[in-house]
């Protein structure tokens, strides 16, 4: 592991081993394919201030049409609705401006919407996982 991302412990003067740390985590827009740009959203899942942990829903997010390409869609320009849950834990801290239920604008892949708490320093990205929402 990187030394950023773990923790030496000395017991008796000798190196005893090293064991990986949880970092606070970016929130940011993920891009759910390679050809995905933009996404609105619908609403949080998970409330600002709120304790997440692995498989914890957090957003309810429209997709740009190229989410998929032309041939997956039923028409021009379909959007889809996805579920998005984190594979991190600590205290969700979302930024002020992204804090209602919907922006109703579109917010580019990568904007920062906050972050994953856990009391460490900052050292990346969250890890996500998403799922077309069936509702």
């Not at 081993?17 to 993920?30: A, D, G, I, Q």
């Amino acid at each position: 592991l990187p030394a950023s991302n773990a923790s030496t412990m000395v017991l008796g003067g000798a190196w005893a081993r090293t064991v990986p740390r949880e970092l606070s985590k970016r929130l940011k827009v993920p891009q759910l394919s390679p050809t995905h740009t933009r996404v609105k959203i619908i609403r949080w899942l998970s409330p600002d201030g709120s304790s997440v942990v692995s498989y914890d829903p957090v957003l309810l997010v429209e997709c740009s049409p190229d989410l998929v390409t032309e041939a997956f869609r039923d028409y021009k320009s379909q959007t889809i609705v996805m579920m998005v849950d984190t594979q991190d834990e600590g205290d969700l801290r979302i930024h002020r401006n992204f804090g209602g239920n919907s922006t109703n604008e579109w917010l580019d892949v990568g904007t920062e919407l906050g972050i994953i708490d856990d009391g460490e320093p900052i050292d990346g990205d969250w890890l996500w996982q998403a799922y077309k929402d069936e509702e």
